[in-house]
């Protein structure tokens, strides 16, 4: 069965520290992967995938498919990046199967 | 463009009764995706809708169920409601080709 893990519920660090955010996966094939962040009182959104290998709000994501593993860094955590971060994977089921989220805390 | 909306934004029913959500998708998108948030369970897959009909459902009982319709805008029913079904319902939206989902806001449901 496909499965995304992100190993952390919680990740607390200082303003201007590097933070990394992983995320696992098990699934056979050639998935599509993406990372979805939640404000506090906003919609959840897209916030990048790995197909179109860019850089959003300064964060990045590769894609390892010998670690099954696509986590998630920024060099310099600001406090706006404060949030609940999933990642995701497309199954051939033209699904989104999500892990079950990293609660980011920035600190000033 | 109007995004993925919808309604109600919160609904308080009581154990036992029947509730109904609904979801219109971006104009153009022709799939809707139902997911439940729980508090600290992540998001759960309920259903998946495309073209009218059912492609998929998650790990849910019976009484969970939906239909889209032809404008493919969604609805989801959840009957004999439970006091475990309070959760925030997401519904999602994306289009042909695309695997990217855009999500509403969702509909914060209270079962008392």
């Known amino acids: 069965a496909q499965r995304v893990t992100q190993p952390e519920k919680l990740l607390s660090v200082f303003k201007g520290a590097p933070v990394e955010l992983k995320c696992n996966y098990s699934?056979?094939?050639?998935?599509?992967l993406f990372w979805y962040v939640q404000y506090s009182r906003q919609r959840l959104q897209l916030l990048l995938r790995?197909?179109s290998r860019e850089s959003i709000k300064g964060f990045t994501a590769d894609l390892n498919k010998g670690e099954t593993s696509f986590h998630l860094k920024k060099p310099f955590a600001q406090e706006e990046d404060s949030a609940m971060y999933y990642c995701?994977?497309?199954?051939?089921?033209?699904?989104?199967?999500f892990g079950g989220g990293t609660r980011l805390m920035v600190k000033p | 463009e109007a995004g993925v909306t919808q309604s109600p934004t919160h609904l308080i029913k009581t154990r036992g009764q029947q509730a109904t959500l609904r979801c219109s998708p971006i104009?153009?998108?022709?799939?809707v995706y139902w997911y439940q948030q729980a508090l600290g369970l992540g998001l759960q897959f309920l259903l998946w809708?495309?073209?009218?009909?059912?492609?998929n459902r998650g790990n849910f009982p019976p009484r969970f169920s939906g239909r889209q319709f032809p404008n493919y805008s969604s609805e989801l029913n959840v009957n004999a409601l439970e006091l475990e079904d309070s959760a925030l319902y997401l519904c999602?939206?994306?289009?042909?080709?695309?695997?990217?989902?855009?999500f509403g806001s969702g509909t914060r449901l209270t079962v008392v």
């Open positions: 699934y056979s094939g050639s998935p599509e």
């Open positions: 999602a939206s994306r289009t042909r080709g695309d695997y990217g989902y855009t």
């Open positions: 104009s153009g998108h022709t799939s």
């Open positions: 809708y495309d073209e009218g009909e059912e492609r």
């Open positions: 790995h197909i």
């Open positions: 995701a994977v497309n199954n051939a089921g033209n699904m989104l199967t």
